[in-house]
């Protein structure tokens, strides 16, 4: 009996351990930490992370519950200075986007854009 629980058991582990590796970073943002990188701005690097991961909810109109949209420079910024965007996108237990996390340098990227002062 034993030994007929021991491969599912294996197999089910390793699908485990795929399944939560870590991001490749492969979403095409470049990590702003990097010196040699060009300053973030919202229509070359924000615009493109919150269309791809964010406006199927938070569009015009919002979709989904989604409380507002985020579908212009404006809205954003609102939603970072008055509606914790920062914190639900670094949120471990109640993120945003809801399936999980966006990948490290998009999140590196949005907080070095709000570090800036929001260039545009």
Partial sequence: MIRYLTRPAILFLGAITI??????????????????????????????I????????????PTQNAPMSLTTLQQVRSAVQSRNL?????STTNPMPPDGLLPVSARNAIQAWVDAGFPE
Wanted: with cysteine; glycine share 6%.
């Fill in 19 to 48: 399944s939560c590796s870590s991001s490749d970073n492969s979403d095409g943002v470049i990590p702003p930490d990097d010196p040699d990188n060009e300053s973030v701005t919202y229509t070359a690097n924000i615009r493109p």
């Fill in 50 to 61: 919150i269309q791809s991961n964010c406006t199927s909810c938070h569009g015009n109109p």
């Fill in 86 to 90: 920062l914190g639900r996108i670094n």
